[in-house]
Antibody
Framework: EVQLVESGGGLVQPGGSLRLSCAASGFTFSTYSMNWLRQAPGKGLEWVSY????????YYADSVRGRFTISRDNAKNSLYLQMNSLRAEDTAVYYC?????????????WGQGTTVTVSS | QTVVTQEPSLTVSPGGTVTLTCASSTGAVTSGYYPNWFQQKPGQAPRALIY???NKHSWTPARFSGSLLGGKAALTLSGVQPEDEAEYYCLLYYGGAQAPYVFGTGTKVIVL
């Protein structure tokens, strides 16, 4: 079964850091691009970051550029999001999603999400 | 900043048909934006329905169809079922290194 499982969410103070993980199984992780997306409470979906299969291409949304870092370990079938200088507006459910790089925007498999709360 | 706009909410009767649209602040939506559609029910992760304007995933029910309509991307639900009540999001691809992906504002479909 193709599956993505996020972890690492929690409560963190403003200005703090958190590292999210996304464990992939059931498919050849190293051949797919990946994305992080988020959804603030009661709000819509927001794309956060993209990483190509070899990590050679990385993109960030303006709202997180310079504070968040996406990375992956293909040997461990894992995707990561290092979040620094966290703000209240980063509070959201964070999802990872598989991306068919050959077909732009095709995100067919999503994880169940992990919740990040930034609050003092 | 690019904005992708959808209807806030639409109401449809069971068995009826409803069309959701997805408009870009940059101009007409074409196939080059590779429109995707996702369904999200409360407390659940989004589920992919349509990619590249009109292509269905293997799990997408036949009553869902995607198209381009009057310069917008469109999602049509035909023969609506009660379980189709959900939030629907479109996703457009803008390419480049600045925010290549932008989600729409979302449409709440109410089956009444």
């Amino acid at each position: 079964e193709v599956q993505l499982v996020e972890s690492g969410g929690g409560l963190v103070q403003p200005g703090g850091s958190l590292r999210l993980s996304c464990a992939a199984s059931g498919f050849t992780f190293s051949t797919y691009s990946m994305n992080w997306l988020r959804q603030a409470p009661g709000k819509g979906l927001e794309w956060v970051s993209y990483i190509s299969s070899s990590s050679s291409t990385i993109y960030y949304a303006d709202s997180v550029r310079g504070r968040f870092t996406i990375s992956r370990d293909n040997a461990k079938n894992s995707l990561y999001l290092q979040m620094n200088s966290l703000r209240a507006e980063d509070t959201a459910v964070y999802y990872c999603a598989r991306d068919f790089a050959a077909v732009p925007a095709l995100m067919d498999v999503w994880g169940q999400g992990t919740t990040v709360t930034v609050s003092s | 900043q690019t904005v992708v706009t959808q209807e806030p909410s639409l109401t449809v009767s069971p068995g009826g048909t409803v069309t959701l649209t997805c408009a870009s602040s940059t101009g007409a939506v074409t196939s080059g934006y590779y429109p995707n559609w996702f369904q999200q029910k409360p407390g659940q992760a989004p589920r992919a329905l349509i990619y590249s304007t009109s292509n269905k995933h293997s799990w997408t029910p036949a009553r869902f169809s995607g198209s381009l309509l009057g310069g917008k991307a469109a999602l049509t639900l035909s023969g609506v079922q009660p379980e189709d009540e959900a939030e629907y999001y479109c996703l457009l691809y803008y390419g480049g290194a600045q925010a290549p992906y932008v989600f729409g504002t979302g449409t709440k479909v109410i089956v009444l």
